[in-house]
Nanobody, 121 residues
């Protein structure tokens, strides 16, 4: 299973961007899909997570500015971020948890390669 993230780049403060992450390979189902980020010198932190059923959770730092969504047919998760701030600058990683290749098989966890988001004027 591979996760391919895209959509990062340089954005001005107050701007928006949309990240996408597609999971490919032998996939029967995925439980949670989420986005994490890691700024230089800091630990990786949760940005947002969404369950297979669509329940969303957000870090306090992005509440009201971020929207996570997913397409279970395409095994893809999206992150729309608005009103971006310089402190949102980080490498953003997508995560897929509870990935099952077959019905009843053990769930596994996978990470994408990361996409850089830089918020600067």
């Amino acid at each position: 299973v591979q996760l391919q993230a895209s959509g990062g780049g340089l954005v001005q403060p107050g701007g928006s961007l949309r990240l996408s992450c597609a999971a490919s390979g032998s996939i029967f189902s995925i439980n949670n899909m989420g986005w994490y980020r890691q700024a230089p010198g800091k630990q990786r932190e949760l940005v947002a997570i969404i369950s297979r059923g669509g329940k969303e959770n957000y870090a306090d730092s992005v509440k009201g500015r971020a929207t996570i969504s997913r397409d279970n047919v395409k095994n893809t998760v999206y992150l729309q971020m608005d009103s971006l701030k310089p402190e949102d600058t980080a490498v953003y990683y997508c995560n897929a948890d509870g990935v099952r290749a077959l019905w009843g098989s053990p769930g596994k966890n996978y990470w994408g390669q990361g996409t850089q988001v830089t918020v600067s004027s």
